[in-house]
């Protein structure tokens, strides 16, 4: 079969159309087609139905279960026991109800991974359920949790991994058959299938063999079983975000170009392996940007790709015991929250159910939190109320309608205008940290960039910029108070649509500062909040504070060692995660040969030693900084103890006439006056091979008893030839030292 007409075909395939000209998903590039005209397409390019329906659903869950739950593996070989299968608790009604009220819309199970192991009795192998002594080999998981869906009204699909590490005919045509016949069970057995998810994982099969996938086989028997599922995201429905982070692109399009004909490129990124399939539209999903004027420039088509973000609830990907304290926080979720479904995509988290067949009380305790976090600052568009006017507006396309959530109502700009501005007046001065702001997309994808702007001592001022807006975009930003505030498109490729937006403000931004660390005599501690007028309560001996702890008014003054937590209310009653600090009073003392510049003489006593390492800002008060002399350090521990390293950290900034040691030197000693050689090292990289601002450990071993530890950083005093400073006094500036 010829490329073109795979081409063809696949296009067909793709958004259910006769002619690959027939669907607004896909538009081809004409040779003869210039830059402005190719833009102008690009705007014009929308979703598929199936495509919009599946954007809206924004959060969605992941299970992966199966034989490794029970093994304790990440990746089953194929040869595992059926008979290890046995979920005694197994509640497929427990996993959905805690899915829906943490707010997600889909549950996506793993129904067979690598291992070959089936989740439903397939007529097809016996290493599944059938084979288990779960439920006397009656049981059928995907049939459980499709039933759970129903009833609480969440969507449902299915993953099905097209490598078998179990089936013997792996690597043969025969097996492809087999995949597409289990496929067929899954698509026919169970009524409405709403996604299927494939990956391209295509390592060896029991025989050793590999498998060239039939791709368009396996769409042909979804599109004709399923119409209306999704297929994702070695699928051409939805495309991969290119990590499993969480973590999305600050500008996501999208409309991509649909240039590459193979699956290699994005297999390559990922766990999976190349497949020589036919459909990625796309190359390299690592990159920054996918969809920008210069990316679509030299396409040969442009298609309606948007990207999903999946990450695990977990370290794992499968239920471990040993990670039952290492779920993310719901600060954690609610950061992959801001940085996926706020960037344009989707997000498919991951929650693994557990050898009982349960979720697990701490993921189910983190998503409860989390849709309680959502809630507190979602739950309430402080723009709302507010009277908006435009610059442009459509005939029947008011400026009022972006206050009104969803896309039947929306505001356009007129005909062929690019920029326009939205101008929201509060009715009075509120305090907002964040924005949503969602593009009507069954229009197209059109904002390119964006800005955020308050009136301020009677002028407008900009707050933040940005690129891509889609679906939907969330930016946070410091807390700004404000009557009046503008929304600018300030470049769009054809007429914007805007169909939502709205203000909001976060729980309080609490921080500690110093975050911790040791001292020698005292230290103060300053509990920071976002605004001032929010109430901070702490305690000192470890214990979680409330409204009833201490009450924070100045900065806490520490003698002894301590711990303390924090916690910042504003006037909704809305706390802040706790902050948890631990000072230690030294049972050492610092001096120095040469005392620290003035200018920099850090944020502590022993800021060289508290445990804190600097951050890349050499101003922060984390470093100590010498000019034009040696740093000569002494440390008394008080008593005689025994150490086998020591360590000192000094940054490379030679553009601030920051430079790194010629070496180091550590000396110990048991009385403070005479000193033996610990160790010593010489730094062999020259300051113009040295990258501009760099931060280097230098370390010496070698076991030893002493009471005295003398860390001496040689500095080269000057700055050397050629370099802009030639000749003046050469800064060195070292944080931390730690002594093992």
């Given amino acids: 079969?010829?490329?073109?007409?795979?081409?063809?075909?696949?296009?067909?395939?793709?958004?259910?159309?006769?002619?690959?000209?027939?669907?607004?998903?896909?538009?081809?590039?004409?040779?003869?087609?210039?830059?402005?005209?190719?833009?102008?397409?690009?705007?014009?390019?929308?979703?598929?139905?199936?495509?919009?329906?599946?954007?809206?659903?924004?959060?969605?869950?992941?299970?992966?279960?199966?034989?490794?739950?029970?093994?304790?593996?990440?990746?089953?070989?194929?040869?595992?026991?059926?008979a290890l299968f046995n979920p005694t608790e197994f509640d497929a009604r427990q996993w959905v109800s805690a899915f829906k009220d943490a707010g997600l819309k889909m549950v996506l199970i793993t129904a067979k991974h690598h291992d070959g192991f089936c989740l439903w009795p397939s007529a097809y192998t016996d290493h599944s359920v059938k084979s288990s002594p779960w439920m006397d080999g009656k049981g059928d998981v995907v049939k459980a949790v499709k039933e759970a869906c129903d009833e609480f009204g969440l969507k449902f699909g299915v993953y099905l991994s097209p490598w078998d590490r179990n089936q013997q005919v792996y690597g043969s045509d025969e097996y492809n058959t087999y995949f597409v016949n289990q496929l067929t069970e899954l698509l026919s057995n169970y009524g409405v299938i709403d996604e299927v998810w494939f990956d391209g994982a295509c390592g060896e099969g029991p025989n050793g063999k590999r498998q060239v996938y039939d791709w368009m086989r396996y769409y042909e028997t979804i599109r004709e079983l399923q119409p209306d599922a999704t297929i994702a995201v070695m699928g051409p429905d939805v495309r991969w975000v290119g990590t499993e982070s969480g973590y999305g692109r600050v500008m996501e399009w999208s409309v991509v170009p649909y240039n590459s004909m193979n699956t290699d490129e994005t297999a390559e990124n990922s766990q999976q392996a190349p497949t020589d399939g036919v459909f990625i539209p796309m190359g390299d999903m690592m990159v920054k940007d996918l969809g920008s004027r210069n990316k679509?420039?030299?396409?040969?088509?442009?298609?309606?790709?948007?990207?999903?973000?999946?990450?695990?609830?977990?370290p794992g990907w499968f239920y471990h015991t040993s990670q039952d304290d290492q779920v993310k926080t719901p600060e954690k979720l609610f950061d992959i929250?801001?940085?996926?479904?706020?960037?344009?995509?989707?997000?498919?988290?991951?929650?693994?159910?557990?050898?009982?067949?349960?979720?697990?009380?701490?993921?189910?305790?983190?998503?409860?939190?989390?849709?309680?976090?959502?809630?507190?600052?979602?739950?309430?568009n402080l723009a709302e109320g507010a009277s908006v006017k435009a610059t442009s507006k459509a005939i029947g396309k008011s400026s009022a309608n972006v206050l009104i959530p969803g896309r039947e109502k929306f505001w356009m700009a007129k005909k062929g205008e690019d920029e326009a501005d939205l101008e929201f007046d509060l009715g009075e001065e509120k305090a907002f940290d964040c924005i949503t702001i969602s593009e009507n997309i069954e229009l197209g994808q059109r904002v390119e960039q964006f800005s955020i702007d308050v009136w301020k001592d009677d002028r407008w001022r900009e707050i933040t910029r940005s690129t891509t807006i889609g679906n939907k975009?969330?930016?946070?930003?410091?807390?700004?108070?404000?009557?009046k505030v503008r929304l600018r498109i300030l470049q769009a490729r054809y007429t914007p649509a805007i169909s939502f937006f709205a203000l909001h403000k976060r729980p309080p931004q609490l921080e500690l500062l110093p975050a911790g660390g040791a001292f020698m005599e005292e230290m103060a501690v300053e509990l920071k909040s976002d605004m001032d007028?929010?109430?901070?309560?702490?305690?000192l001996d470890g214990s979680e504070p409330d409204k009833s702890s201490l009450k924070y008014s100045a900065p806490v003054t520490i003698s002894e060692s301590a711990q303390i937590r924090a916690i910042a209310y504003d006037s909704r009653g809305a706390?802040?995660?706790?902050?948890?600090?631990?000072?230690?009073?030294?049972?050492?003392?610092?001096?120095?040969?040469?005392?620290?510049?003035?200018?920099?003489?850090?944020?502590?006593?022993?800021?060289?030693?508290?445990?804190?390492?600097?951050?890349?800002?050499?101003?922060?008060?984390?470093?100590?900084?010498?000019?034009?002399?040696?740093?000569?350090?002494?440390?008394?521990?008080?008593?005689?103890?025994?150490?086998?390293?020591?360590?000192?950290?000094?940054?490379?900034?030679?553009g601030s006439w920051?430079?790194?040691?010629?070496?180091?030197?550590?000396?110990?000693?048991?009385?403070?006056?005479r000193f033996k050689k610990m160790g010593e090292l010489t730094n062999p990289v020259l300051w113009d091979e040295a990258p501009e601002t760099d931060r280097q450990a230098f370390s010496v071993?070698?076991?030893?008893?002493?009471?005295?530890?003398?860390?001496?950083?040689?500095?080269?005093?000057?700055?050397?030839?050629?370099?802009?400073?030639?000749?003046?006094?050469?800064?060195?500036?070292?944080?931390?030292i730690t002594v093992e």
């Fill in 575 to 654: 706390s802040s995660f706790i902050r948890t600090g631990t000072y230690t009073k030294a049972t050492f003392s610092i001096t120095y040969k040469y005392p620290p510049s003035p200018k920099y003489q850090g944020n502590s006593q022993i800021v060289l030693m508290d445990g804190q390492n600097g951050s890349s800002d050499f101003s922060s008060g984390d470093w100590l900084g010498w000019e034009g002399v040696d740093m000569v350090t002494t440390i008394d521990f008080g008593e005689v103890k025994e150490f086998k390293r020591v360590t000192a950290n000094f940054v490379n900034a030679v």
């Fill in 701 to 736: 071993y070698r076991s030893t008893k002493a009471k005295f530890i003398r860390v001496t950083g040689v500095s080269i005093k000057t700055c050397p030839d050629k370099h802009a400073g030639e000749g003046g006094k050469a800064w060195l500036f070292c944080d931390e």
């Fill in 1 to 82: 079969m010829k490329k073109s007409f795979l081409f063809i075909l696949l296009i067909s395939l793709l958004w259910g159309c006769g002619s690959r000209y027939e669907s607004d998903s896909y538009i081809q590039i004409n040779p003869e087609d210039t830059p402005e005209e190719i833009i102008l397409k690009a705007a014009h390019v929308v979703p598929s139905a199936r495509q919009l329906e599946w954007q809206d659903l924004e959060f969605t869950a992941f299970c992966h279960f199966g034989i490794n739950t029970f093994t304790n593996r990440e990746w089953g070989d194929g040869t595992e026991d059926p």
């Fill in 337 to 380: 929250w801001f940085s996926s479904i706020g960037r344009n995509s989707l997000l498919l988290l991951n929650i693994p159910p557990d050898t009982r067949g349960l979720i697990h009380e701490n993921d189910v305790k983190a998503l409860k939190d989390l849709a309680s976090l959502r809630e507190t600052v979602f739950g309430n």
């Fill in 296 to 314: 679509i420039r030299k396409a040969k088509a442009l298609v309606w790709y948007p990207s999903e973000v999946d990450v695990s609830i977990r």
């Fill in 533 to 539: 007028d929010h109430d901070i309560y702490y305690t």
């Fill in 658 to 673: 920051i430079f790194l040691p010629r070496g180091m030197k550590v000396e110990y000693s048991t009385d403070g006056k």
């Fill in 473 to 483: 975009r969330i930016l946070r930003f410091s807390p700004r108070t404000a009557q």
